[in-house]
T-cell receptor
Framework: GQQLNQSPQSMFIQEGEDVSMNCTSSSIFNTWLWYKQEPGEGPVLLIALYKAGELTSNGRLTAQFGITRKDSFLNISASIPSDVGIYFC??????????????FGKGTHLIIQP | GAVVSQHPSRVICKSGTSVKIECRSLDFQATTMFWYRQFPKKSLMLMAT?????????EQGVEKDKFLINHASLTLSTLTVTSAHPEDSSFYIC???????????FGPGTRLLVL
């Protein structure tokens, strides 16, 4: 099946720093999504990207859908303590049969030192 | 809007028993629901796709007789772990979408511990 390579696995940063993480795939996706998950909870959607080349912002978060449809990045500017958590990228591919489930990256664990 | 709930949030059961987990879309009708499994410090892995009124489609390696999925209405899907064993202990998360091309919204997850 498809696999997503997400990096880095973890980040230790100072409050106020900018963060960048990315995902690459061996095959194309129709949609790229970025989720944040906190311990013991389900993932919460941060940004959804639907078109190759699309650049979308949500507050301090910015994400882009790569032109090749095989990659995406997420940037967080001016990090704050509540940004701590695990960030997952996910790709979605629409097959002829309809809706497909998401393929998730392995996650980036963000830790912020005050 | 777009709230998905799961019940129970956590469950402990004895080996050999069956456990049912419910997934509900609270403010929209979900034509498709998905079930994922997440081991500690690991990513989410898709188990099966469930369309309302039809049989679920299982991912390779997922035993359909062990993980029974029912999507009887547009707001409810259930996952039953039959004859549970300790290796079935995991975090089970559902997601729901209104239609093809719509965003998937995730439930809060159910933590299953099989003793």
């Amino acid at each position: 099946g498809q696999q997503l390579n997400q990096s880095p696995q973890s980040m230790f940063i100072q409050e106020g720093e900018d963060v960048s993480m990315n995902c690459t795939s061996s095959s194309i996706f129709n949609t790229w999504l970025w989720y944040k998950q906190e311990p013991g909870e389900g993932p919460v959607l941060l940004i959804a990207l639907y078109k190759a080349g699309e650049l979308t912002s949500n507050g301090r978060l910015t994400a882009q859908f790569g032109i090749t449809r095989k990659d995406s990045f997420l940037n967080i500017s001016a990090s704050i303590p509540s940004d701590v958590g695990i960030y997952f990228c996910a790709g979605e591919l629409y097959s002829g049969g309809g809706a497909d489930g998401l393929t998730f990256g392995k996650g980036t664990h963000l830790i912020i030192q005050p | 809007g777009a709230v998905v709930s799961q019940h129970p949030s956590r469950v402990i059961c004895k080996s050999g028993t069956s456990v049912k987990i419910e997934c509900r879309s609270l403010d929209f009708q979900a034509t498709t629901m998905f079930w994922y499994r997440q081991f500690p410090k690991k990513s989410l892995m898709l188990m099966a796709t469930s369309n309302e009124g039809s049989k679920a489609t299982y991912e390779q390696g997922v035993e359909k007789d062990k993980f029974l999925i029912n999507h009887a209405s547009l707001t409810l899907s259930t996952l039953t772990v039959t004859s549970a064993h300790p290796e079935d202990s995991s975090f089970y998360i559902c997601s729901a979408r209104e239609g093809a091309g719509e965003t998937q919204y995730f439930g809060p997850g159910t933590r299953l511990l099989v003793l």
